[in-house]
């Protein structure tokens, strides 16, 4: 059996655990990678490419659920750091033998002109998918960390485009990134409907 998951958020986590109990299943999850909130946005911005965290959460659960102790990984792929002291996360990369990874860690420090808080609270991971989203291609990044991780995730992009949503809301206020619009609680603004547009594509959502 066939399933497609059109998710790459909490909600395909928790379906990837259900359904992990039939191993007879096979998974492709459809992604926008549109997302651009705190450390996605910053190596958007940085490298030019689409948001890596769905697409590294996906990947990084599957490795979960094989339930393999690795500290390397699980610090790679979960920790948040501080990164203004890029000497400070060479060092653990050497520690666990991901020195490999520096060049890219290297191009984004020389491509950052933000400010030294966008750096203190940042996905480490997401600089390795991003740099590797501009060296090679998203679907050869894709199965890069499905190699490195041991892993198999199908993972479709609905367009490889570098595009951002934006919302029209019923007040006409515009939300210009995801995560203002996903972080919107006003529910006087959700009645009726409202706009989702990337570039010069609009569709139309109900609140």
């Given at each position: 059996m066939?399933i497609?998951i059109?998710?790459?958020g909490?909600?395909?986590?928790?379906?990837?655990e259900?359904l992990?109990?039939?191993?007879?299943?096979e998974?492709?999850?459809?992604?926008n990678?549109?997302?651009?909130?705190?450390?996605?946005?910053?190596?958007?911005?940085?490298?030019?490419?689409?948001?890596?965290?769905?697409?590294?959460k996906?990947?990084?659960?599957?490795?979960?659920?094989?339930?393999i102790?690795?500290?390397g990984?699980?610090?790679l792929?979960?920790?948040?750091?501080?990164?203004?002291?890029?000497?400070?996360?060479?060092?653990?990369l050497y520690?666990?033998?991901?020195?490999?990874?520096?060049?890219d860690?290297?191009?984004?420090?020389?491509?950052?002109?933000?400010?030294?808080?966008?750096l203190?609270d940042?996905?480490l991971?997401?600089?390795?998918?991003?740099?590797k989203?501009?060296?090679?291609?998203?679907?050869?990044?894709?199965?890069?960390?499905?190699?490195?991780?041991?892993?198999?995730?199908?993972?479709?992009?609905?367009?490889?485009?570098n595009?951002?949503?934006?919302?029209?809301?019923?007040d006409r206020t515009?939300?210009?990134?995801?995560?203002?619009?996903?972080?919107?609680?006003?529910?006087?603004?959700?009645?009726?409907f409202?706009?989702?547009?990337?570039?010069?594509?609009?569709?139309l959502?109900?609140?």
């Amino acid at each position: 059996m066939r399933i497609g998951i059109f998710s790459g958020g909490t909600g395909s986590t928790q379906l990837q655990e259900g359904l992990a109990q039939f191993p007879s299943i096979e998974i492709t999850h459809f992604l926008n990678a549109y997302d651009d909130g705190k450390s996605t946005g910053v190596v958007r911005d940085v490298f030019n490419v689409l948001g890596p965290s769905d697409i590294r959460k996906i990947q990084y659960n599957k490795w979960k659920l094989k339930k393999i102790s690795n500290e390397g990984i699980e610090w790679l792929f979960e920790s948040r750091e501080d990164i203004t002291d890029k000497d400070k996360i060479y060092g653990k990369l050497y520690k666990y033998h991901f020195e490999g990874f520096i060049p890219d860690f290297e191009e984004f420090y020389s491509n950052f002109t933000g400010s030294q808080n966008q750096l203190k609270d940042f996905s480490l991971a997401n600089i390795l998918y991003a740099s590797k989203f501009k060296k090679i291609g998203y679907e050869k990044t894709i199965e890069y960390f499905n190699d490195f991780l041991g892993v198999f995730s199908d993972i479709k992009l609905n367009s490889f485009e570098n595009e951002k949503l934006s919302a029209v809301l019923t007040d006409r206020t515009i939300l210009s990134d995801e995560a203002s619009i996903v972080s919107l609680n006003d529910s006087t603004k959700r009645r009726g409907f409202f706009s989702s547009f990337s570039n010069n594509k609009v569709f139309l959502k109900s609140s």
